[in-house]
Each structure stands twice: as structure tokens, then as C-alpha cells.
């Protein structure tokens, strides 16, 4: 082979570069979020039970927008009783520390939902 | 056996085409289930209607009805203040009687109805060109009569702003929560790139309230109401007066009726 050295050297370094992500960030795992209830809530139930909002809110979301929007129903019977379909009034109403709640785990996997490009954060900032 | 091989793959060839028919079914939306909120409904007091129609009694107009109309509306729905006109978002505002009415404006107007602004909005059309034209179903005609928009879907294509022959529908083309003052956090703001206009307070109807421009006019200026139901308050209007819809030559039959 020619150039043996040059070669060998230059597969290394490409290996080396490559790999650079996961060895810089071995044992550094991120520690997983825990979205914060706001303490004046805290005990209140929400909508459906915790284990199903977790998984399934942005469904739930989704459905809400098209029956408010297309259908006109405006209420939801959930698993606790009777609630507005609404993000600003009926969620942001309990959950009204966005930062805190939404944004921590949003942030944590790289997502950002467009809901707040229109709808208005909480009662307490309405400078949006 | 030469005829039973050819059952049997008549047979086979059968069967396989039936494996393809559940597939098939499913693409073209058969048997597919949109679920449906569990008990949804709409509000206890809402009101409902047939037909939703409005009547503006130009007659009875002040500059400040107008103004406390225009005003009470952009406040309800976060419509922004945006100084350059080309930006501008209208939901509800002033246009002079030679612009409401093109092709009425003769030579021998009344002076009081050539200089006097009048209220113009979305009419909410029987036949609403803006829906036909959407490619997204972002507008439609809900079955109360009301052309309202689904802002989730808005691909902001503009297709509507040709259509509509009344300039109801104004673009986002800046950001329009740097030009809002307050914000009413009831109702969302827009954001850049979709297309806006009148809903005939949707959102307030849903609640039990009148429009908020009907509702800012204290001397029964704006009349809103049933056009299905004989007795209602519109059709009393509409049986008392002449009235006029804008540009009727277009067979867009608006639903906005104006008494001069």
C-alpha cells in the first residue's frame, strides 16, 4: 500500500471525528424532565387521568381544534367531568407556568409546537 | 385435470384479488372511523340559528356608532392597528356608499349618503366564492349560515382574497402581534402568513352573546338575527325597509342587508 501511513492516520482521525458525539457525551446523559404543576393547583384533577395526557395530549389537542372549529362543540366530557375544549382557557387556566410545564419537555426532545404562535400564552402574560 | 388446475387457479386468482379489496377500501376512506370527542357539545346558552343574517341601518349610523362598532370588534379578535394600508387586516370597517355600492352610485347620489361612511364586513354569502376556492377547506359554511375560517389550516394562498368580490379578507403580511396594543386572551391572535376576516362573532354566539359590533351599537344600528325565523327581529327589518346587499349582480347572495 502506499501512502500507508497517511492513510491509516487519516481513517483514524475520521473515526475519531466521527464518533465525537458519543464518546464526549458517555455517562453525560441529560436527566429527564419533570414538568412542574403550579402549586395553586396542585391536587386538582385534569381532563383525563395523568398516565393518558402524557401519552396522548397532543391527540387530544387536535381533536379539541377540529370539533371546536369545524363541528361547534365546545365542551368535553372527560373521565372528570365536563370541561371547555379550549388551550388558553381550559389547560393554560391550570397549567399557566408555560416555561415550566410545556416548554421543559418540548425543549427536552426538540419540538416546538406552533400552538402559541397564535394562542395566547396565559391570563398573565397578555403581551403574548 | 387439466380442468381442475384451471378451477384451482381461477379459484386462486379470485381469492387474491379479494385480499386487495380491504386496502383498496381503506385508501378511498371506507371504513375508516374519524373519532369522535365523547360527549361533545356546544354550550348551554348558546345561540343557534338556521340562517345568522345581519341588517345595517345606515340611517341610524353615527360617525361614533361606527367608530365604537369598528373599535368594539378589533378589541373582541385581536385585529392589529397596522398604519400601512397595503398591511392593513379589516374585519369590520368604513367604506363610502360609491365604494360599497359601485354599481348604484349615479350622478344624483343624496348628499347625505354619498358623504357618509357605512360599515362594511364579510356577508357571509349563501354562495360564498371564498369556500368554493380554498384548496384546504381552511373556509367553509357552517350549517348556521356563517362563513367561518379554520386558521390551523390557512396555507396562505390568497386564493380567498381574489374571490371574495367585498375585499372582506385581509392577509397577514407582518407579524400582527407587534402592532396590537391589548390582547384579549380569550381569543388567539394570527400569525404571519394566513388570511383573516369577519366570523359573525362565532366564538361570542357560542357563549349566548351577540356580536360584539351589534353589541357596541346601543341604537339598534345593527340588527342581527334568524333569517329563517319570520319573526325574528331581521325579518321585521327586512319586511319594513328597502333594503340593498352588495353587489347582488354576482350571485354570491350576501346575507349583510343594507337599509339606506
Known amino acids: 500500500m502506499y501512502d500507508k501511513g497517511k492513510v491509516i492516520t487519516g481513517i483514524v482521525l475520521f473515526v475519531i471525528v466521527f464518533t465525537f458525539p458519543f464518546w464526549i457525551n458517555v455517562g453525560k446523559a441529560n436527566i429527564a424532565p419533570e414538568p412542574k404543576i403550579n402549586p395553586e393547583v396542585a391536587g386538582k384533577v385534569c381532563v383525563e387521568d395523568k398516565a393518558f395526557m402524557k401519552a396522548n395530549h397532543m391527540q387530544l389537542l387536535d381533536e379539541w381544534r377540529d370539533s371546536v372549529v369545524r363541528d361547534g362543540n365546545r365542551t368535553y366530557m372527560g373521565g372528570t367531568g365536563r370541561y371547555e375544549m379550549s388551550l388558553t382557557n381550559s389547560c393554560m387556566g391550570c397549567h399557566n407556568n408555560k416555561a415550566q410545564f410545556c416548554d421543559s419537555c418540548h425543549n427536552y426532545v426538540s419540538l416546538t409546537p406552533n400552538c402559541w404562535n397564535c394562542h395566547i400564552e396565559s391570563k398573565e402574560n397578555t403581551n403574548g | ?260
Open chain 2, 1 to 260: 385435470m387439466d380442468s381442475a388446475r384451471r378451477n384451482f387457479l381461477k379459484i386462486a386468482g379470485l381469492a387474491a384479488a379479494g385480499l386487495t379489496l380491504k386496502p383498496a377500501g381503506n385508501a378511498l376512506g371506507m371504513g375508516v372511523i374519524v373519532p369522535e370527542p365523547e360527549g361533545a357539545a356546544g354550550f348551554d346558552n348558546a345561540l343557534s340559528a338556521k340562517r345568522w343574517a345581519m341588517v345595517v341601518d345606515t340611517r341610524k349610523f353615527t360617525a361614533q356608532a361606527r367608530k365604537a362598532a369598528v373599535a368594539a370588534c378589533n378589541k373582541a379578535h385581536n385585529v392589529p392597528d397596522i398604519k400601512n394600508s397595503k398591511h392593513a387586516i379589516k374585519w369590520l370597517w368604513e367604506a363610502n356608499f360609491k365604494n360599497a355600492f359601485p354599481e348604484m352610485a349615479g350622478p344624483h347620489v343624496p348628499p347625505q349618503v354619498e358623504r357618509e361612511p357605512m360599515l362594511v364586513l364579510c356577508n357571509h354569502c349563501d354562495s360564498p366564492p371564498c369556500v368554493r376556492v380554498c384548496p384546504t377547506k381552511a373556509t367553509f359554511k357552517r350549517a348556521d349560515g356563517i362563513v367561518v375560517m379554520d386558521f390551523h389550516r390557512c396555507i396562505g394562498c390568497r386564493y380567498c382574497m381574489a374571490a371574495c368580490p367585498y375585499g372582506s379578507r385581509s392577509f397577514n403580511y407582518v407579524d400582527p402581534r407587534q402592532h396590537l396594543g391589548q390582547t384579549n386572551v380569550d381569543f388567539p391572535t394570527r400569525t404571519k402568513g394566513v388570511v383573516e376576516k369577519c366570523n359573525f362573532c362565532a366564538e361570542r354566539l357560542a357563549r349566548g352573546q351577540k356580536p360584539a359590533c351589534v353589541e357596541a351599537c346601543r341604537n339598534n344600528e345593527l340588527i342581527f338575527g334568524d333569517l329563517a325565523d319570520p319573526n325574528s327581529s331581521v325579518n321585521q327589518a327586512l319586511r319594513q325597509n328597502f333594503t340593498l346587499v352588495r353587489k347582488p349582480e354576482l350571485g354570491t347572495q350576501p346575507q349583510v342587508y343594507y337599509i339606506i
